[in-house]
Structures are given as structure tokens and as C-alpha cells.
């Protein structure tokens, strides 16, 4: 697991507009690994314009209203192992 996780941290060496194909909608939308780490530096450059970055700031939303909703459910429906 170790080993696979350093192996991701090296594409984020580089920017996403080098990656083709399916390794770039895999980085991009499956793994976010591009998103994480290029967006912040576009936006620092100047490379991100406001449309991207409102929608940037409500997939976010998004995406934490989900997180916190399975995480309630998975809450819901756990049961300790010891009692």
C-alpha cells in the first residue's frame, strides 16, 4: 500500500495538462490526485477563471454533504464488536 501511494505522489509532479487519455480522466474524476494538487497552483497563477473556481467550491460542497451523509449512515447502522 505504501509503495502504491508513492507511486500516485509522483504523477502530481507534473501538471495535468501532460496526462492523455484515461490516465488523465482516472487522475482527474476517479482519483482526484490532479485536482488536489494543480488547482490550488492554477489559481495562484492565474490560470483559473471564476467559473471554474465556483464550480470547483460546489463540487466540494457536494461532495462533503455526501461524505457526511454515508458517514451518519454507516454511524446508523454500526455495532460495536466487544459488547
Known amino acids: 500500500m505504501h509503495e502504491l501511494f508513492l507511486s500516485a505522489l509522483k504523477f502530481l509532479e507534473y501538471p495535468q495538462n501532460i496526462y492523455k487519455g484515461m490516465i488523465r480522466i482516472l487522475m482527474i474524476y476517479i482519483i ?3 485536482t488536489v494538487s494543480n488547482v490550488p497552483a492554477e489559481k495562484i497563477l492565474g490560470k483559473v ?3 471554474d473556481t465556483i464550480e470547483i467550491v460546489l463540487l466540494s ?3 462533503f454533504m455526501l461524505t457526511r451523509m454515508c458517514y451518519r449512515l454507516a454511524l446508523k447502522r454500526y455495532s460495536s ?3
Open 81 to 83: 464488536a466487544s459488547s
Open 61 to 63: 460542497i457536494v461532495f
Open 32 to 34: 482526484p490526485l490532479a
Open 49 to 51: 477563471g471564476m467559473i
